[in-house]
């Protein structure tokens, strides 16, 4: 009882609630997320994001003018989580290639993570088209539109995403994340399970349904779901981190690091 009312306290409390939005706004901490506005546009293979920064920049600063470059080195830098110079460089990549979808979806993403949420809404809303859409982005502008408490009409581009690619997990779980925010935790966990069902689901979406049951109360089914198909050693990071999300009792407001959320808009 006393678990449940902790539980109860924290879902009701601005700090979580402030914590999911962080999420939201794509600052994961156990792991990235799926999905990709622009799948042809890798930055590196190199998994090293230093490297890839590295690599990037130098194509970048050869050719400035090219757009494939400078869309590279933006994705980069978010990667290393290097925001700012992200939004700064793809502003004025967009500025010189003003019809480049894949340069106006990575913007958008870049603005999503300094937390310019209507802005980047806006510029997603330019990288396609009502003839042409795009389930990713359609997918992100719902995560926007999430981080700026507008949830109902998030979840229309969430089943405006989920008529082009049904069950797509990445875009369930945005879904089951936004009842999250709305504090509609049945509903979440609904939502969440059918992401976790998909053959398609990973690692991320498992996090977050592990997080939604333990938010519920039932802490060793949570357990079970953040180990399956780990190595021991990231079993057990990924439940001590999902303890750590559920024992904020002493001092909800304090830095326990943001919510791994799978994909709400981070797509590459």
């Not at 310019?116 to 502008?141: E, G, T, Y």
Request: charged share 20%; proline share 5%.
């Amino acid at each position: 009882m006393r678990q449940q009312s902790i539980l109860a306290r924290l879902l009701a409390s601005a700090a979580l609630t402030a914590i999911l939005a962080a999420g939201l706004g794509g600052c994961q901490t156990m792991s990235d997320v799926t999905g990709s506005l622009s799948p042809k546009a890798t930055a590196t293979p190199d998994s090293d994001p230093r490297r890839a920064v590295e690599v990037t920049g130098e194509r970048y600063r050869a050719d400035p003018k090219n757009a494939e470059a400078a869309l590279a080195y933006g994705q980069a830098l978010r990667a290393a989580g290097q925001r700012s110079q992200a939004a700064a460089l793809l502003e004025q990549a967009t500025l010189a290639h003003p019809g480049d979808k894949a340069l106006l979806a990575g913007y958008g993403r870049a603005l999503a993570d300094n937390g310019n949420f209507q802005q980047a809404f806006d510029i997603l809303s330019r990288a396609h088209s009502p003839d042409n859409p795009d389930w990713r982005i359609l997918s992100v502008q719902g995560t926007a539109l999430d981080q700026l408490g507008r949830h109902d009409e998030a979840r229309g581009y969430y089943a405006s995403a989920l008529k082009i690619m049904p069950d797509e997990p990445s875009v369930l779980s945005n879904l089951g994340l936004s009842y999250v925010l709305s504090k509609d935790l049945p509903k979440a966990e609904e939502i969440l399970r059918r992401a976790y069902a998909s053959a398609r689901a990973d690692a991320r979406v498992r996090q977050n349904l592990a997080l939604v049951v333990g938010l519920r109360g039932h802490f060793a089914e949570a357990e079970s779901i953040v180990k399956a198909d780990l190595p021991a050693d990231e079993a057990a990071a990924n439940v001590a981190y999902l303890k750590q999300m559920l024992s904020r009792k002493d001092n909800p407001g304090g830095g326990a690091g943001k919510i791994p959320v799978a994909s709400l808009n981070r797509p590459d």
